[in-house]
């Protein structure tokens, strides 16, 4: 097992090697996202209607329906490792089982809407909402895959749940719902930015 991935702890810190790395992959993650934000800000600020005329076509009820998903799934996955310190492995596992839930209905969602998106004619090669489409899809795309990159280790642990000797490792866990908070509070600023904070007075609005 790699040093970053190896869960004895640093004598000095008294941490988890694995979180140590976790912390350290979230903040080069944190700068890519930031760098994303940055970009849609000065853009969005030179080519206000354009951005306004793209978000009115955004559905704020999926997307709201989605962030209830995310937070209840932040919830599930903090009381997952609580039972998994606890060494409760029923509620391990009835907590792990609806954060994949959770991760999979946002996902079910995500389709829906891009499908909507595509039927309409919204995505980036269109005339007029090149620029807005391109952030969109772009930033709620890569969240996606993050979203599908917490999927994977939570099914492989939930499965392993169900063997004889389950999945005793709470510091593992642990490490896990740290990425999984990341994805949750980068939904937070996301939404906001996308569905939220572009009022447009134009025919149509946000629906």
Known sequence: MSAALNLSHEPITKIANGKLGMWAFLGSELMFFSGFF????????????????????????LALINTFFLIGSSLTMALCIHAAEKNDRS?????????????????VIKTIEYSDKWAHGYFPS???????????FMM??????????GIIPMLFMWFRGYSKKGYPYPVKLEVLGLYWHFVDLMWIFIFPALYLMIPYHGAGGHH
């Open 38 to 61: 940055g970009a849609f800000i000065v853009l969005r600020n030179s080519n206000y209607e354009v951005f306004a005329n793209g978000s009115s076509h955004l559905n704020v009820w």
């Open 140 to 149: 709620t795309g890569f969240h996606a895959l993050h979203v599908i990159g």
């Open 91 to 107: 509620k391990q596992q009835l907590f792990l089982g609806l954060t994949l839930l959770g991760a999979l209905g946002f996902l």
């Open 126 to 136: 269109q005339e007029n909402h090149t620029l807005f489409y391109s952030f969109y």
